[in-house]
């Protein structure tokens, strides 16, 4: 036997003996069986063989020393927020002298940076889409005291994450209504000093009091001005009718329609809590999905009935999403959906006069931030012109829609992805400083 065949068997025994089950060399072991095999065309045969024995042995003594499955902890945050970072840490106690590499294995729709990193991976995890998402459980390559041999291990398990629509944004319009930043007298809870919808107490007439706020009775019985004191009603019903059919599938930019108006029912929700309303919810496409009654602190319920709604490629049942909202006590009721020219939006046209007759409704769209773009951006090209004639006819069919809706007596609001919230906030504050609920 020549002794170049002798060092290609002793590589190809060595690997065969490290390859089977989770174990594998590692680099180091290839490069010193490569080296074998290199020496054996100048050393003697037998001193080649003993150098492939002892190689050997000394990758399955390596591969013994590390055999153990370390003992680990991942720390991730079960609920998270779209689009907001969150901390993710992997610590691994390992065999003694033995090294591991930590790998936390992606799904598409939550990132994972760094993914990699030795002994103890400290990365940062971002969710890009609603929903419901199980990470794989964290890979580990631990490698024995020598570096000839490495096991591959699982640790952790999986684990599951609920990914929630922006809560932080909705927690600062709270805050902003709690302080009395946000511009609307509606956001007091014992309401403004003016007119409102619920009498308080009589007190001394100020030069500012409209005169409607006169107690005349007051004013002859203690003989001079006293004014009535009103604050905003508590106890009102908020319904959010979020459309889920298929118009509500077209992106905007690293969102849809939907993840949009998710937002904004968490946003009104958390407001509703904060005010003392209830809020309830109802989400649907050509059937009801989702139906949640009005419930005093009801925010955190609505947010969990809608966190994980995904459109359908179905169009919207408008007539049976109204009728569930049903005819009980007057409620602001908010309509999420899409507003296109008349012929499309024929169904809502129709059904929103039925609603708008019993209750306080606002139809709520999302502006698409490219056609304002097209319309506004001087064209330097042919295509540049018949974009901006195509966004300007969409454009116009939206004002329509939603001149045609305004004179149903249902109030129309439309934002950018990142204002809607607040604009949808501000129609519901200002339908209870109007005493329109």
Same mark, same amino acid.
């Given at each position: 036997?020549?002794?170049?065949?002798?060092?290609?068997?002793?590589?190809?025994?060595?690997?065969?003996?490290?390859?089977?089950?989770?174990?594998?060399?590692?680099?180091?072991?290839?490069?010193?069986?490569?080296?074998?095999?290199?020496?054996?065309?100048?050393?003697?045969?037998?001193?080649?063989?003993?150098?492939?024995?002892?190689?050997?042995?000394?990758?399955?003594?390596?591969?013994?020393?590390?055999?153990?499955?370390?003992?680990?902890?991942?720390?991730?945050?079960?609920?998270?927020?779209?689009?907001?970072?969150?901390?993710?840490?992997?610590?691994?106690?390992?065999?003694?002298?033995?090294?591991?590499?930590?790998?936390?294995?992606?799904?598409?729709?939550?990132?994972?940076?760094?993914?990699?990193?030795?002994?103890?991976?400290?990365?940062?995890?971002?969710?890009?889409?609603?929903?419901?998402?199980?990470?794989?459980?964290?890979?580990?390559?631990?490698?024995?005291?020598?570096?000839?041999?490495?096991?591959?291990?699982?640790?952790?398990?999986?684990?599951?994450?609920?990914?929630?629509?922006?809560?932080?944004?909705?927690?600062?319009?709270?805050?902003?209504?709690?302080?009395?930043?946000?511009?609307?007298?509606?956001?007091?809870?014992?309401?403004?000093?003016?007119?409102?919808?619920?009498?308080?107490?009589?007190?001394?007439?100020?030069?500012?009091?409209?005169?409607?706020?006169?107690?005349?009775?007051?004013?002859?019985?203690?003989?001079?001005?006293?004014?009535?004191?009103?604050?905003?009603?508590?106890?009102?019903?908020?319904?959010?009718?979020?459309?889920?059919?298929?118009?509500?599938?077209?992106?905007?930019?690293? &969102? *849809?329609?939907?993840? %949009?108006?998710? @937002? =904004?029912?968490? $946003? +009104? /929700?958390?407001?509703?809590?904060?005010?003392?309303? !209830?809020?309830?919810?109802?989400?649907?496409?050509?059937?009801?999905?989702?139906?949640?009654?009005?419930?005093?602190?009801?925010?955190?319920?609505?947010?969990?009935?809608?966190?994980?709604?995904?459109?359908?490629?179905?169009?919207?049942?408008?007539?049976?999403?109204?009728?569930?909202?049903?005819?009980?006590?007057?409620?602001?009721?908010?309509?999420?959906?899409?507003?296109?020219?008349?012929?499309?939006?024929?169904?809502?046209?129709?059904?929103?006069?039925?609603?708008?007759?019993?209750?306080?409704?606002?139809?709520?769209?999302?502006?698409?931030?490219?056609?304002?773009?097209?319309? &506004? *951006?001087?064209?330097? %090209?042919?295509? @540049? =012109?018949?974009? $901006? +004639? /195509?966004?300007?006819?969409?454009?116009?069919?939206? !004002?329509?829609?939603?001149?045609?809706?305004?004179?149903?007596?249902?109030?129309?609001?439309?934002?950018?992805?990142?204002?809607?919230?607040?604009?949808?906030?501000?129609?519901?504050?200002?339908?209870?400083?109007?005493?329109?609920?």
């Amino acid at each position: 036997m020549s002794s170049e065949l002798l060092g290609v068997l002793g590589v190809a025994v060595v690997l065969a003996a490290l390859a089977v089950g989770p174990v594998g060399p590692t680099p180091r072991t290839a490069l010193a069986v490569g080296a074998l095999a290199v020496s054996a065309i100048l050393l003697p045969v037998g001193l080649v063989a003993l150098g492939g024995v002892g190689l050997a042995t000394a990758a399955v003594v390596d591969a013994l020393a590390a055999r153990r499955t370390p003992a680990s902890r991942r720390e991730l945050p079960r609920l998270l927020a779209r689009g907001v970072p969150a901390p993710l840490l992997v610590t691994v106690a390992g065999p003694p002298g033995a090294s591991v590499r930590i790998r936390q294995p992606r799904v598409p729709d939550v990132s994972v940076e760094p993914a990699e990193a030795d002994t103890r991976l400290e990365a940062r995890t971002v969710a890009r889409r609603r929903g419901r998402h199980v990470l794989p459980p964290v890979a580990l390559r631990v490698t024995g005291p020598l570096g000839l041999a490495a096991w591959r291990r699982e640790a952790a398990g999986p684990a599951e994450v609920l990914v929630y629509p922006d809560l932080p944004a909705a927690r600062r319009l709270v805050a902003s209504v709690r302080t009395n930043r946000f511009g609307d007298p509606g956001n007091l809870r014992r309401g403004p000093l003016g007119l409102g919808t619920e009498f308080e107490s009589i007190r001394e007439y100020s030069p500012d009091d409209d005169v409607r706020q006169v107690n005349w009775r007051a004013t002859a019985r203690i003989g001079h001005p006293m004014s009535n004191q009103w604050r905003v009603e508590q106890d009102r019903d908020v319904v959010a009718v979020v459309d889920c059919g298929r118009l509500m599938a077209a992106p905007l930019g690293d &969102r *849809t329609r939907l993840d %949009t108006a998710v @937002d =904004v029912v968490a $946003a +009104v /929700a958390l407001v509703a809590d904060e005010v003392g309303d !209830r809020c309830g919810v109802v989400a649907f496409d050509d059937g009801v999905r989702r139906r949640l009654p009005p419930r005093r602190r009801g925010g955190e319920a609505v947010v969990q009935a809608v966190f994980d709604l995904e459109p359908r490629r179905v169009d919207a049942d408008y007539e049976l999403a109204f009728r569930t909202v049903g005819r009980g006590k007057r409620a602001f009721v908010l309509v999420l959906t899409d507003l296109l020219e008349e012929a499309a939006a024929g169904p809502l046209l129709d059904a929103v006069p039925v609603l708008a007759r019993r209750h306080a409704v606002t139809v709520a769209s999302v502006a698409d931030p490219d056609l304002e773009r097209a319309v &506004r *951006t001087p064209p330097s %090209t042919t295509d @540049d =012109v018949y974009t $901006a +004639v /195509a966004a300007l006819d969409v454009l116009e069919s939206r !004002r329509r829609v939603a001149a045609h809706l305004r004179r149903t007596g249902a109030e129309v609001v439309e934002a950018g992805p990142d204002r809607l919230a607040a604009a949808c906030v501000d129609a519901y504050l200002r339908a209870k400083t109007r005493a329109q609920l």
